[in-house]
């Protein structure tokens, strides 16, 4: 059994899983701010007290300024969150991406945020998660089965190639878009196909997902798409999508972001944890 405390803010379901993995490992936790969870401290404040590490949300801030917190009143700003933590001396800090400004906004305090999303097994398995996601919201949104469907896949990274095998393997006809030679001979190897061009790659689908953070699907692209045509984007900000236009012509986007946090909570909570624990026991 430990007498370490630690505190788990903000974030979504996956902070309670995280909470309570930590909790049969022999930790003192408290919850503070996750959303739709009952909060196990009163405020920002006493869930830090005494707490010997933070285990902050994936991500820690919408904007660089704000904590990813979800509480009555809760516009916890970040230099709150991290004068807090230097005053109250709690020496490890945990969170999932960590940007620029969050890390200069920490760097002001002395402190350092090991960043469990950067860690390669944390993002492949990740990738999984929002994987199986992208598929589960195709089959509850689609009319039809992904068996024979015509789908486009912008982008053959980590979640891509793990999402166009998935695709692949229901019996889906998909074309990856890719930039690189080496990546299209990739393709080729897991048995699909692959096109340089982006309005080549999508015209003909009856689903596009969009991996990459740029605006691919733009105004020139987007009325081409056939009728019915269904995005659903995993990109991070910007997305690939331009979202106005789209809806100009009553494309039907679904921008879905923080899948692993949505869809297979526990399973990404297991996966943050296990991260988190490896560097607590290197302490």
């Known amino acids: ?43 920002l404040t006493d869930a830090l007290s005494g707490a010997y590490a933070a285990v902050l949300p994936f991500p820690i801030s919408p904007d660089g300024v704000f904590l990813n917190a979800f509480c009555e009143d809760c516009n916890i700003r970040l230099s709150f969150l991290f004068s807090e933590i230097d005053r109250l001396s709690v020496s490890r800090i945990f969170g999932g991406l960590v940007t620029a400004p969050v890390s200069a906004e920490a760097e002001k305090y002395g402190i350092r945020i090991f960043d469990y999303g950067d860690v390669e097994e944390v993002k492949i398995k990740n990738a999984l998660c929002t994987a199986e996601g992208a598929v589960e919201i195709a089959l509850r949104e689609l009319p039809f089965t992904l068996s024979g469907s015509v789908c486009c896949v912008l982008g053959y990274g980590r979640i ?55 605006v691919l699907l733009n105004e020139k692209i987007l009325p081409k798409l056939k009728k019915n045509c269904l995005i659903i984007d995993l990109a991070s900000a910007p997305g690939g999508v331009d979202f106005s236009e789209a809806e100009k012509l009553g494309i039907n986007v679904i921008w879905a972001r923080s899948l692993p946090g949505k869809t297979a909570p526990l399973t990404a909570a297991r996966i943050i944890a296990d991260s988190v624990s490896a560097e607590l026991d290197k302490s």
Do not use: C, W
């Open 160 to 214: 891509g190639r793990i999402l166009s095998l998935r695709l692949r393997d229901f019996g889906a006809k998909v074309t990856v878009f890719v930039r690189r030679p080496e990546i299209a001979a990739l393709v080729l190897t897991d048995s699909m196909n692959f096109s340089y061009n982006v309005p080549d790659a999508s015209v003909n689908a009856d689903l596009i997902f969009n991996t990459v953070p740029a």
């Open 1 to 43: 059994m430990h007498e370490k405390k630690i505190a788990v803010i903000g974030g979504d379901k996956r902070q309670k899983y995280l909470a309570d993995y930590f909790s049969l490992l022999g930790y003192k936790t408290v919850i503070f701010g996750a959303k739709n969870i009952p909060d196990t401290a009163s405020d």
